[in-house]
């Protein structure tokens, strides 16, 4: 017996359960098209949302920033000083989401770890949506704070969690994705703003999906539903639909700066680099400079999922450019993502335990980047499959 024989063990039972993740090796530039394992696919998979992981525009303002500050930043911001780039992005990010202040993080994933941890303790609780993202999830638990879930998008449940709660503790936050990744559904933030209001709660919302996705230009949930002044807490990325890398949270001044104070991965790991950062501020540029590829995106999606519904696919409560294509059972999606792949797209199967038994399915990630012409290669594969595979 070795010391890692249980861990080969569970690699093993992983596999046998067909859940281990077998990840593909990609050879090319984010786009609509990738050479994925050598072969060339269309790309119905990434969360480049608006084609800016390989735009020119972007890739040219970070080269250039290397050639002016070079590449890393070489310590964490609040011990060695922080970059001039650094501070810009964070100025220009709060203008662009309407908000007095905005901080950056290396990534989606650690701004809600630093948030969460920040704002609540052991004597606080926090009420979450059933299926927040595992980035919430862990945020909730690093903050040692009573962790109480509420039914998916679902604010009366929220209001008799509260109810039957808040009274036992010292502080709350309420908190809960914006665009739900496995079903591309947008949370009522509107009545989850109302309870919130009514409790006097702070509200925090992980608009990851929303960024460069929803409300004017791209300017996040907030912004679509015109809550501008009352969310507390937006958390963002810029690993998504900007393009590139790196997390934002973005609200009151008061708030940012004590996440400047206190927000772990800020005072403990280093910055993105200066490419990531010059790279993000392009991002910025190019989404305020016009609407077209967000209303792009938006009228590519509706082609897409509208034909799938003629198709005779179920697409599920999507309300955004994520299209789930409901299918069922886990081996069954496989095949499906399988006999895409053949014959040229790149989809993928997801299964429990990502999404709930039963309820396994192919997400298509429309974007921006695909042309008419891509979108209609990805109906005929879908029909063709979907045809050959009994399930239309
Ligand atoms: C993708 C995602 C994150 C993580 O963002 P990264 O910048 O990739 O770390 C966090 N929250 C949600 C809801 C996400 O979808």
Same mark, same amino acid.
């Given at each position: 017996?070795?010391?890692?024989?249980?861990?080969?063990?569970?690699?093993?039972?992983?596999?046998?359960?067909?859940?281990?993740?077998?990840?593909?090796?990609?050879?090319?530039?984010?786009?609509?098209?990738?050479?994925?394992?050598?072969?060339?696919?269309?790309?119905?998979?990434?969360?480049?949302?608006?084609?800016?992981?390989?735009?020119?525009?972007?890739?040219?303002?970070?080269?250039?920033?290397?050639?002016?500050?070079?590449?890393?930043?070489?310590?964490?911001?609040?011990?060695?000083?922080?970059?001039?780039?650094?501070?810009?992005?964070?100025?220009?990010?709060?203008?662009?989401?309407?908000?007095?202040?905005?901080?950056?993080?290396?990534?989606?994933?650690?701004?809600?770890?630093?948030?969460?941890?920040?704002?609540?303790?052991?004597?606080?609780?926090?009420?979450?949506?059933?299926?927040?993202?595992?980035?919430?999830?862990?945020?909730?638990?690093?903050?040692?704070?009573?962790?109480?879930?509420?039914?998916?998008?679902?604010?009366?449940?929220?209001?008799?969690?509260?109810?039957?709660?808040?009274?036992?503790?010292?502080?709350?936050?309420?908190?809960?994705?914006?665009?739900?990744?496995?079903?591309?559904?947008?949370?009522?933030?509107?009545?989850?703003?109302?309870?919130?209001?009514?409790?006097?709660?702070?509200?925090?919302?992980?608009?990851?999906?929303?960024?460069?996705?929803?409300?004017?230009?791209?300017?996040?949930?907030?912004?679509?539903?015109?809550?501008?002044?009352?969310?507390?807490?937006?958390?963002?990325?810029?690993?998504?639909?900007?393009?590139?890398?790196?997390?934002?949270?973005?609200?009151?001044?008061?708030?940012?700066?004590?996440?400047?104070?206190?927000?772990?991965?800020?005072?403990?790991?280093?910055?993105?680099?200066?490419?990531? @950062? +010059?790279?993000?501020? $392009?991002?910025? #540029?190019?989404?305020?400079?016009?609407?077209? !590829? *967000?209303? =792009?995106?938006?009228?590519?999606?509706?082609?897409?999922?509208?034909?799938?519904?003629?198709?005779?696919?179920?697409?599920?409560?999507?309300?955004?450019?994520?299209?789930?294509?409901?299918?069922?059972?886990?081996?069954?999606?496989?095949?499906?993502?399988?006999?895409?792949?053949?014959?040229?797209?790149?989809?993928?199967?997801?299964?429990?335990?990502?999404?709930?038994?039963?309820?396994?399915?192919?997400?298509?990630?429309?974007? @921006? +980047?695909?042309?008419? $012409?891509?979108? #209609?290669?990805?109906?005929?594969?879908?029909? !063709? *499959?979907? =045809?050959?595979?009994?399930?239309?």
């Amino acid at each position: 017996m070795s010391k890692t024989d249980w861990i080969t063990q569970e690699l093993d039972s992983l596999r046998q359960a067909g859940l281990y993740n077998r990840i593909r090796t990609i050879s090319s530039p984010q786009g609509a098209w990738l050479v994925v394992d050598g072969k060339r696919v269309l790309n119905f998979c990434s969360n480049n949302y608006l084609g800016l992981a390989n735009h020119p525009d972007i890739a040219a303002a970070a080269k250039k920033s290397i050639d002016a500050m070079g590449v890393g930043p070489a310590a964490v911001r609040s011990i060695a000083g922080t970059m001039s780039l650094h501070v810009e992005l964070e100025k220009r990010l709060a203008a662009f989401k309407g908000v007095e202040a905005a901080i950056t993080f290396q990534s989606g994933f650690t701004a809600n770890l630093a948030t969460i941890a920040a704002l609540v303790g052991k004597d606080d609780v926090i009420y979450s949506d059933r299926l927040n993202h595992a980035s919430i999830i862990d945020g909730c638990r690093l903050s040692g704070a009573k962790i109480i879930a509420y039914d998916h998008n679902d604010p009366k449940s929220l209001d008799e969690q509260i109810k039957a709660s808040l009274a036992g503790f010292r502080r709350a936050l309420i908190v809960t994705d914006g665009v739900f990744s496995m079903d591309g559904d947008i949370a009522p933030l509107p009545e989850i703003y109302e309870v919130a209001k009514k409790y006097d709660i702070l509200l925090m919302v992980d608009d990851a999906h929303g960024e460069g996705v929803l409300g004017k230009g791209g300017r996040g949930i907030v912004d679509h539903f015109g809550l501008h002044g009352k969310v507390d807490i937006e958390v963002g990325t810029m690993s998504k639909a900007f393009g590139v890398m790196g997390g934002v949270v973005a609200g009151n001044s008061v708030i940012i700066e004590w996440l400047r104070q206190r927000g772990r991965p800020f005072l403990f790991s280093s910055a993105v680099t200066v490419p990531d @950062a +010059a790279a993000c501020l $392009a991002a910025i #540029d190019i989404l305020e400079d016009s609407t077209q !590829l *967000v209303d =792009k995106l938006w009228s590519n999606a509706g082609y897409f999922k509208a034909e799938m519904k003629t198709l005779g696919f179920n697409t599920g409560a999507s309300e955004t450019p994520i299209t789930p294509v409901m299918l069922g059972e886990a081996p069954l999606a496989q095949e499906f993502s399988r006999e895409l792949f053949e014959t040229g797209v790149f989809a993928m199967a997801l299964g429990f335990p990502t999404v709930p038994q039963g309820k396994a399915r192919i997400r298509v990630m429309i974007s @921006a +980047a695909h042309s008419s $012409a891509d979108l #209609d290669k990805g109906l005929e594969a879908f029909k !063709l *499959v979907g =045809k050959k595979l009994g399930v239309i």
